[in-house]
């Protein structure tokens, strides 16, 4: 019994050493950024994910040399980081979609795009400000939106070229089945991105 314990414990110590060419390849690029020859903590973290196969590699030797599962466990440590790492991504990942899941409730579709570059994504229309912008509700970062155009009277002057925009939206429709380039006189418009203001859909996801 002891020895099958000790073989199972052995094999998911083994693990993460499938994932060390990925770790190998990041850490190297920590020892090439320009330092004044201190020891920071990135670079102690770095020489930690060189070297730990050499870790793994003791203590599952020693363990079965001397059939010992504590030894066995001490070479299973990168593998419990490694676990615990993951269930901590997997969580953060389903706080931030239910994040998105309610915020998203909060704001109109006016114009669905279900097909071409943008499918998936929305348009909303934000009436105090007269702007236009872009949803996608399946970005990674919590910043997830873009600026589309700004309303001035019956028209809409695009932040994007017009060219480029008739791409971009052309396929984003409202529930009478009509485009942005349907509803508005379209022109040019000069605003910067710094003139849209996005900081609503800047979600933050609570710890």
Known sequence: MQ?????????????PLLIYPVLFLTSLMVFEVPRSGQVSSAMIMAWLWLTYPLLIGLFIFLSRKFKSIPLALVA???F???LAFSIKALIDVMKRNR????FLTTISKDFVCQSGVNANKFIT??????QFVIIDPEASDSYFSGPVGKVEGDQLKLFFQIAVAKEQYEKCLNKDGKSLF???TISQGTESFHDYDLKKYELKVQE
């Open 99 to 102: 994040v998105v899941e309610e």
């Open 3 to 15: 020895k099958r314990l000790l073989t199972i414990i052995n094999i998911i110590s083994v693990i």
């Open 80 to 82: 419990l980081f490694m």
């Open 125 to 130: 229309y934000e009436k105090e400000k007269k």
């Open 76 to 78: 299973s440590i990168p």
């Open 182 to 184: 349907d509803v508005y």
